[in-house]
């Protein structure tokens, strides 16, 4: 049923872009999706799934629109608990399509704890984590179905809290498909790659404060981590430097407007680029949805 929903995403073959870095890359962007992220293959999922009329999340935007955009199609209630840094075109979007916003203080209480109260008087509603579900990864298994039709030898996925790439690894070994993925993850929110390390769950102190908006998660899902350290060999630390000039170098080679976090990918390669020689290699491009005026700074090199 949800394949009656959502978009099949967009493989694009940059020959400027390959020529430039000197790699055999193929992007695979979802900023085409509905919603412009990947994260209404989740949203869409879940809100099919489950019973409830009512439906209470946090996000830092995507999941929180693409949730709102279910929902409204589904006659659902949406509320969504979103941070007051979060980007102003994401917390707008959430409100188009219907949903409640709270924006809240994250240097006074998280988003999760925020959820935690609301869920104590709304006993009705279902709590959807936006990473840490199994019909968030089981939407998101879609995209990684789709990949493993183009037999990639590695791809570089980005975390956050993990549903994405966990659901990618679910969705390429379900369909027999052996392609190495690797994580990209911000230097600033190296939680994932300090995890993967430790052998255990490793939790940021506080909300990172990267770029890079969707990932500013405190620590991976239970159910992600799983998946992840059986199958993820390798996560790559990116700076916020690599991650502003990724942005630039998708607007610039291949004319596509990449959000921070999607740029992650990117990012990676462009820090380790020798070690990807001689591989086909597929960039995912989690979403778009950047503010304008954030972008115009990435893009002028002001940040």
């Known amino acids: 049923m949800l394949n009656n929903f959502i978009l099949p995403t967009v493989f694009i073959e940059s020959d400027r872009l390959k020529e430039f870095l000197g790699l055999d890359v193929t992007i695979i962007t979802e900023t085409f999706q509905h919603t412009g992220s990947f994260k209404f293959r989740a949203a869409c999922n879940l809100a099919l799934k489950v019973p409830n009329e009512t439906i209470l999340t946090a996000s830092s935007g995507n999941f929180g629109q693409a949730l709102a955009k279910a929902c409204k199609i589904l006659d659902k209630k949406c509320i969504v608990v979103m941070p007051k840094t979060s980007s102003r075109v994401k917390i707008e979007a959430v409100r188009s399509y219907g949903a409640k916003v709270e924006l809240i203080d994250t240097n006074k209480i998280s988003r999760n704890e925020r959820v935690l109260e609301l869920s104590r008087t709304m006993p009705e509603a279902y709590v959807a984590s936006a990473y840490d579900d199994a019909f968030v990864v089981e939407g998101n298994a879609t995209l990684g179905k789709e990949i493993s039709q183009k037999n990639f030898d590695v791809v570089i996925v980005p975390i956050g809290g993990g549903g994405l790439i966990s659901g990618i690894i679910k969705g390429l070994r379900d369909s027999n498909c052996a392609s190495e993925v690797i994580g990209a993850e911000p230097s600033l929110a190296n939680d994932a790659a300090m995890s993967l390390k430790a052998g255990q769950i490793i939790k940021n102190p506080k909300e990172p404060k990267t770029i890079a908006d969707g990932a500013r998660t405190i620590s991976l899902g239970n159910l992600n981590w799983e998946i992840i350290k059986s199958e993820i060999k390798k996560i790559i630390e990116v700076p916020e430097t690599m991650i502003t000039e990724a942005v630039r170098h998708y607007f610039y080679f291949s004319n596509l ?21 001689g591989r086909k290699i597929g960039l995912v491009v989690s979403g778009g949805n950047v503010d304008r005026d954030v972008y115009l700074k990435i893009l002028n090199e002001e940040i």
């Open 257 to 277: 407007k990449v959000e921070p976090t999607g740029a992650l990918s990117l990012g990676a390669v462009i820090k380790e680029k020798e070690n990807f020689k």
